[in-house]
């Protein structure tokens, strides 16, 4: 009997210290670890087609029109007109706009001008004695006169005889200009001529 409780001893001894032996033995168990996502990768922008290009549009065009040549046949049939005295006055209204489209008037009054510069017939008024007069009737340089009552006050007060208008009309890429020479003191058109414009 105290045989078998000391084998049972020995035995139970030797079990703890194989139990204690086989416990050091075993590995520490490994703490399951979160898994980690991936990181995913930041989207790239897909790439934009590349519009092709645009053609920007143009202002439009002011027709080029050669003045001179347009208004000289004119005015060489105004100052051989009868009925005018030589060395009379002349006051050059701008040439008005009718058209359906826009024009250099500016130019073309220029070439009005230079047409009758050594016309032998009438002395011009000019462009400073026009803003004076311009300023006495209270209108600004810019005001075309393109009035008939605003044409003789200005041209009374620079004591001229005639004043001649000047008028582009119909289609501004071909227009037809016309031209009416007016007596100041009556308000008698005494000539009038018609032409086509000259490219």
Do not use: H
């Amino acid at each position: 009997m105290i045989r078998s409780v000391q084998r049972s001893g020995a035995l139970l001894f030797a079990l703890m210290l194989t139990g204690c032996v086989v416990k050091q033995q075993t590995p520490a168990p490994v703490e399951p670890t979160q898994p980690t996502t991936p990181v995913q990768p930041e989207p790239q922008p897909e790439p934009q087609p590349v519009p092709p290009p645009q053609n920007v549009p143009q202002p439009p065009k002011l027709k080029t029109i050669n003045w001179s040549a347009s208004v000289s046949p004119l005015v060489a049939n105004m100052v051989q007109s009868a009925g005018v005295n030589p060395g009379s006055v002349l006051l050059v209204d701008r040439l008005k706009n009718s058209t359906n489209g826009a024009l250099q008037t500016e130019k073309a009054t220029s070439a009005i001008q230079s047409a009758l510069a050594n016309n032998g017939k009438f002395t011009l008024v000019s462009d400073d004695q026009l803003n004076q007069a311009r300023q006495t009737l209270g209108l600004s340089p810019e005001d075309s006169l393109n009035s008939r009552s605003k044409a003789i006050g200005l041209a009374r007060i620079v004591n001229a005889q005639y004043v001649l208008y000047s008028n582009a009309k119909g289609e501004v890429k071909s227009p037809t200009l016309q031209m009416q020479l007016m007596l100041v003191q009556t308000g008698e058109i005494i000539w009038s001529g018609n032409g086509a414009t000259q490219p």
